[in-house]
């Protein structure tokens, strides 16, 4: 079995060492129990977008790991996440032709060993009940508090609003997945592709899980937990709280930016919700105009 790692990084050395180590090990402990059932084993290949580090991440890597198949692709730090991804994305489809599977995985997501077996389990879970080929988001909790789940998939309720799922034990079904530890089979990028280019740094983990349960590829999430990755999303009522003390110049270029882009919330909005496209364009230039009046009709839609 092939399986091609994808990271992007930017000035995260410390941490981009870890989550590679904590992968390996995952890796070792699955081909370790494999070999001992006599199963097939992973070959992992990783391709990593050095996104213009100055705090010497490549060469850290390089030589941490000289026995591993790890491609550094470099950036000219401007790429962000999504770009970051979709480059070293690209390049492992140049280089390696055909894998069995990608593995998406953010620079702060510590694998447990078990982690590369809870992602194929519920590959297995989803061809075997459900007869198709999906992805499958890896749910990741707080390392200082197990019990915090950061990261997994969510679900839409009849007001398209997201509950996010934790682990039942079994695999579950998702409307939108994060992509800390995203598996992808080869068969969905041959039908999809992989990240839409109009996303430099988020959404595009939402996007592509929409896609995907739109085109027949189910969204699972793992039965278990199975990394360590801390929460570091602003939340949305403090965001505009924190509009709301800068000036309109100030909003409109802080809103302009890659890490809170409204354009690309919108061209996300209108790819997949296209109904909702008007109302959330209305209300998205009332938190530009008047964050407070934004904060009270949010108030009065039970959101904040």
Not at 11 to 18: H, I, P, Q, V
Not at 174 to 193: F, K, M, R, S, Y
Not at 265 to 272: G, Q, S, T
């Amino acid at each position: 079995m092939k399986i091609a790692a994808i990271l992007t990084c930017h000035n995260r050395k410390e941490k981009t060492l870890r989550s590679l180590r904590c992968l390996f090990a995952s890796l070792e402990v699955y081909n370790a129990k494999r070999n001992n059932l006599q199963g097939g084993t992973i070959t992992l290949t990783v391709y990593l977008t050095d996104d213009g580090c100055t705090d010497g991440t490549a060469d850290a890597v390089n030589q941490s790991f000289p026995e591993r198949q790890i491609t550094i692709v470099n950036g000219d730090g401007n790429l962000f996440w999504a770009g970051g991804m979709r480059k070293a994305w690209r390049e492992a489809i140049g280089k390696e032709g055909r894998v069995d599977f990608f593995l998406l995985l953010n620079d702060d997501t510590f694998a447990f060993p078990t982690m590369l077996a809870e992602l194929l389990a519920t590959h297995r879970y989803c061809t075997t009940e459900l007869g198709k080929t999906g992805i499958y988001s890896g749910v990741t909790c707080d390392e200082r508090d197990t019990s915090i789940i950061t990261y997994s998939g969510d679900v839409f309720d009849n007001q398209r609003r997201l509950t996010r799922l934790g682990p039942s034990g079994k695999p579950q079904r998702v409307d939108v997945t994060n992509a800390n530890a995203l598996l992808v089979p080869q068969a969905v990028v041959d039908d999809i592709g992989i990240f839409y280019d109009g996303y430099t740094h988020s959404c595009a983990d939402n996007d592509y899980a929409i896609q995907a349960n739109r085109h027949g590829h189910p969204a699972l999430i793992t039965a278990h937990v199975c990394a360590y990755c801390e929460f570091d999303h602003k939340d949305a009522k403090n965001e505009t709280m924190k509009l709301a003390t800068m000036n309109y110049a100030e909003r409109k270029k802080y809103l302009k930016h890659p890490l809170h882009s409204d354009p690309e919330y919108l061209e996300y909005i209108r790819r997949n919700f296209p109904k909702l496209y008007p109302i959330t364009w209305t209300l998205r230039h009332i938190r530009l105009i008047c964050p407070k009046l934004y904060i009270k009709i949010n108030e009065l839609r039970g959101i904040y």
